[in-house]
């Protein structure tokens, strides 16, 4: 029986799979409430030889998810690593070029250890200023640009729980700031094949 391909989830809220389940981080060991609230779950559910290890925190920022990766990402030895945050920083007034900072730091990081990288979109949330959607928008645009220039997986999270007619609003959502169910599932089927294709070339 061929052993289980670790992947790491590393994020915040909408890793961790805010506000129906807290992570192993949030209520150790294995985390607490619906485990179908993160996509996390819906990724192991389509990939049976997958482990995936949700390292999501509610509320944090990009810094603080950058002092997190070597005890929750390198010290895994994954084989490949999904990266989602920045939502915080822009909910927090800090500007984008923070954000971009810290996520290339990580994206980097990630890259140098040989762990296949999946860039994932800041999601949308309800509350959202005009202006704090044209942050997140430039975030995003970054992200992308950064995957293309680094030959890396580029995930557009924020595409797959959007509302099909507003993409700055969630399809469905529980308290306006997080994915329902239905989203963390459609997080993972958009995840799904680029993380295959990101460890197909490792």
């Given at each position: ?36 609230s ?21 509320g ?55 762990i296949?990288l ?21 975030i ?63």
């Open positions: 029986m061929n052993p289980l391909i670790t992947i790491v989830a590393l994020g915040d809220s909408t890793t961790a799979g805010t506000p129906g389940f807290r992570s192993p981080l949030e209520a150790p060991p294995l985390g607490s409430g619906n485990v179908e993160q996509y996390a779950h819906w990724l192991e559910l389509s990939r049976p030889e997958w482990r995936v290890l949700n390292r999501g925190v509610n944090e920022r990009t810094d603080q998810i950058r002092a997190r990766f070597e005890r929750d990402v390198a010290a895994a030895h994954p084989a490949a690593v999904v990266i989602l945050g920045g939502v915080n920083d822009v909910y927090q007034g800090l500007p984008a070029s923070r954000v971009e900072e810290h996520l290339d730091a990580m994206y980097s990081r990630a890259l140098g250890a040989g296949a999946v860039a994932a979109t800041i999601l949308p949330y309800n509350t959202a200023t005009p202006e704090q959607n044209v942050e997140m928008r430039a995003n645009g970054w992200i992308r640009g950064r995957a293309d220039a680094g030959r890396f997986g580029f995930c557009d999270t924020r595409a797959a729980v959007a509302a099909p007619h507003d993409p700055d609003r969630l399809a469905g959502s529980p308290d306006g700031l997080h994915p329902d169910v239905g989203g963390y599932r459609r997080m993972a089927a958009a995840l799904e094949p680029v993380l295959a294709a990101s460890l197909d070339r490792k």
